[in-house]
């Protein structure tokens, strides 16, 4: 495991906590699992996977610091991959924050842990 900090957008933080007050508290494992599922559907070809070329050279008004502690492997796989994106680590974090937002408010997770649960008998 290694520790980072990662500034995000007060939006692509709400989006990881959810609704209720005490979302908050799991915005780190949300935001791991987030890096973990955006890498995962690298090959998916889904729309809206990279990050989008015109956001490029912005970053949200609002920085909130995230802690982090993320698998070492995973972790230089996400910098990679922000690097062959040509963006920042922070701004591909802050997109596949919103990722997966995405992905939970489609219905894609349920999906996924059907498929998982599948699999697995």
């Not at 906590?17 to 070809?45: F, P, T, W």
């Not at 050279?57 to 690097?83: C, I, N, R, T, Y």
């Amino acid at each position: 495991m290694t520790s980072v900090t990662v500034d995000l957008g007060e939006f692509a933080v709400e989006s990881l906590a959810g609704e209720g007050r005490l979302g908050r508290v799991h915005v780190q494992a949300r935001m791991a699992r987030a890096i973990r599922c955006y890498l995962g559907d690298r090959s998916a070809g889904r729309p809206g996977w990279r990050y989008p070329m015109f956001l490029q050279g912005q970053s949200p008004d609002v920085h909130v610091k995230v802690d982090l502690d993320v698998d070492e492997e995973l972790w230089g796989e996400f910098e990679a991959e922000a690097e062959a994106q040509e963006v920042t680590v922070e701004q591909l974090a802050e997109h596949a924050a919103l990722y997966l937002a995405a992905e939970v408010n489609a219905g894609r997770v349920t999906e996924r842990i059907l498929d998982d649960l599948e699999e697995s008998e």
